[in-house]
């Protein structure tokens, strides 16, 4: 079995490497086309030679231990259109249309089309794509890492949201800038059920602006039809510069039934909760949860399990493929 890959490669990253390793998954020997120097300089501003190119790709083919080809190619289709012993055409996500196009030139001709494996775009460190481009421009590195700090903006000015969000992205990033804005939230100012979730996401959507994530919490009321009450539940949207979106949410807890009436009069939880306590801005503190809990658990500590929750897609994003959704418009 035959697999045919194509590429310029300018620099080999972590992208490439995911290509090459899906093209020997499937077949016994791979041919990869590395563009010429004539066509791997259009619309780019640095290109390195095809010599040295094909010097750093045949050194990571090697390590294999199959048999390869290296073909030079002067357009998308170099030899692909006429070998009758290919089998795969193995292609990411951003040359799908050049598989494509290889395959109507082949029916057209008669050779037949090829099966065609698809490989999914290798993500750098801000959840864009990784790219020559973004290396050359000491934006990320070959592994996709970032080599600035990550920004970040958090769709409320409430402290206790940006520094659950500081604390659990500083465990996983080298670098953060976290920054918080008011937002519209679109949903009333005690969400219950579907408005939770709601809030959330446009919070996320509407704090983004130019930063690689939007972070969007949101508490509020979700009765149980079993056990005939409301949890207070924290749920947390992360959305991306492309608009995609992880959710979670942290553990529900139980209000007091005082709390709830106050609530079904008007008030929202937070009010009740004042009312109740004597102490102003509760939910810029310790919260209701560390009220109720005497200390055992704070605020802080609950919302950054949302945000931890909501992380969990892009920590393992290799698990999740496809489930990742751009946040829909506002109903």
């Known amino acids: 079995m035959k697999a045919g890959v194509g590429g310029t490669f300018n620099v080999l990253h972590a992208g490439h490497k995911a290509l090459i390793s899906r093209a020997f998954a499937v077949a016994d020997e791979v041919i990869v086309g590395l563009a010429s120097d004539k066509m791997a300089s259009k619309g780019r501003k640095t290109v390195n030679s095809y010599d040295e190119r094909r010097r750093v790709l045949e050194g990571y083919l090697s390590s294999f231990?199959?048999?390869?080809q290296i073909v030079k190619i002067e357009d998308i289709f170099g030899n692909a259109v006429t070998m009758k012993d290919l089998d795969f055409l193995v292609a990411s996500e951003r040359s799908k249309k050049n598989a494509e196009a290889i395959n109507r030139e082949r029916i057209r001709s008669?050779?037949?089309?090829?099966?065609?494996?698809?490989?999914?775009t290798v993500l750098a460190?801000?959840?864009?794509?990784?790219?020559?481009?973004?290396?050359?421009?000491?934006e990320v590195d070959l592994d996709g890492n970032l080599l600035r700090p990550l920004r970040v903006k958090v769709g409320s000015t409430n402290p206790v949201k940006i520094t659950a969000v500081k604390n659990v992205l500083e465990r996983i990033?080298?670098?953060v800038e976290i920054s918080g804005a008011e937002v519209e939230t679109g949903v009333p100012s005690?969400?219950?059920?579907?408005e939770v979730i709601r809030g959330a996401m446009n919070r996320a959507k509407a704090a983004i602006g130019d930063a690689d994530l939007g972070v969007g919490i949101e508490a509020g009321l979700l009765w149980d039809s079993v056990v005939h009450w409301y949890f207070?539940?924290?749920?947390?949207?992360?959305?991306?510069?492309?608009?995609?979106?992880t959710i979670g949410h942290g553990p529900g807890f139980w209000y007091p039934p005082h709390v709830i009436e106050e609530v079904d009069k008007g008030l929202t939880v937070n009010d009740a909760m004042q009312k109740l306590t004597g102490m102003k801005a509760i939910g810029h503190g310790m919260g209701a949860v560390g009220y109720l809990s005497k200390g055992l658990v704070d605020r802080t500590s609950l919302t950054e399990m949302s945000v931890t929750a909501a992380f969990i897609p892009r920590i393992r994003p290799e698990l999740y493929a496809g489930m990742w959704k751009k946040i829909p418009p506002e109903r």
């Open 173 to 175: 990033y080298h670098e």
């Open 232 to 245: 207070d539940v924290q749920y947390c949207a992360i959305v991306d510069s492309s608009g995609k979106a």
């Open 190 to 194: 005690e969400p219950k059920e579907d």
């Open 65 to 68: 231990g199959k048999p390869f």
């Open 125 to 138: 460190m801000d959840f864009r794509p990784l790219s020559s481009t973004r290396v050359l421009a000491k």
């Open 110 to 120: 008669g050779v037949g089309a090829l099966k065609t494996d698809i490989v999914p």
